[in-house]
């Protein structure tokens, strides 16, 4: 099944995240123009520009939502977040407060300023990255899958809302990807011992969620709106 997103404009935040940075490269070589955000550095070249933006600064964060509310985006992927693993007693209310901004409270205004140009073209493709975590949890993840699961809350609603205005919203809940940040935060160790509870044994790639993201927010998805779809090697249905 070819997938064209020839003169699509789409947003994906998170550049230099594993999972964000393969699927912009993936919509490119699919012909998009794609717009994403970087907290290092702002660059434009073919078919991409990078703004910078840290969404924990309020006036960084104001002249990102002002440049994007001029764009009309065909596609959004809320992909970037940030995960602080520790018991809910050791957590700053810093930390709290962080995490729920980045993961939960930004897409929500990223989705109330681009789906008004949406509802304007009567067209229109979200896609939430949440997480496994906001629907199952473990120890020293209740920031964090507080944040996930009001995202699965957040594709519901958005889903219902836009809906008359054949705009279609969706979310993907990767398991454990075989990222950088994954490595960093579990540890050799706890890898070793987190694939032995997943049924198919091995951590995802990038390139095993990315197909996904591409059907849902291509021409072919039609009709499939306010879903969850779980990518994660069977951890979830034990």
């Known amino acids: 099944m070819i997938k064209s997103f020839k003169k699509k404009k789409i947003l994906v935040t998170g550049y230099f995240s594993g999972i964000g940075n393969d699927l912009i490269k993936k919509y490119l070589s699919l012909g998009a123009e794609v717009f994403s955000t970087s907290t290092k550095k702002e660059f434009k070249k073919k078919n991409l520009q990078v703004f910078r933006c840290d969404f924990l600064n309020e006036v960084s964060k104001v002249n990102f939502f002002k440049k994007i509310e001029k764009i009309n985006f065909d596609i959004i992927v809320n992909n970037a977040g940030i995960n602080i693993i520790d018991e809910i007693y050791k957590l700053s209310d810093d930390d709290l407060e962080n995490i729920i901004k980045i993961n939960l409270t930004i897409p929500a205004q990223i989705i109330k300023i681009t789906s008004k140009k949406m509802i304007k073209n009567r067209s229109g493709k979200i896609i939430n990255i949440s997480s496994i975590f906001g629907s199952v949890s473990k120890s020293k993840r209740a920031s964090y899958s507080s944040s996930k699961s009001g995202l699965l809350g957040l594709t519901r609603a958005c889903a ?23 490595k960093r935060i579990l540890g050799k160790n706890t890898i070793t011992k987190i694939k032995r509870d997943i049924p198919l044994k091995k951590l995802a790639t990038p390139s095993e969620i990315i197909p ?11 009709y499939i709106t306010g879903q969850n779809c779980v990518i994660d090697g069977g951890y979830t249905i034990q």
């Open 212 to 222: 996904y993201i591409i059907f849902l927010t291509s021409d072919h998805n039609k």
């Open 160 to 182: 219902l809302d836009l809906a008359k205005h054949n705009i279609l919203v969706n979310s993907v809940s990767p398991g454990f990807v075989n990222t950088s940040l994954t």
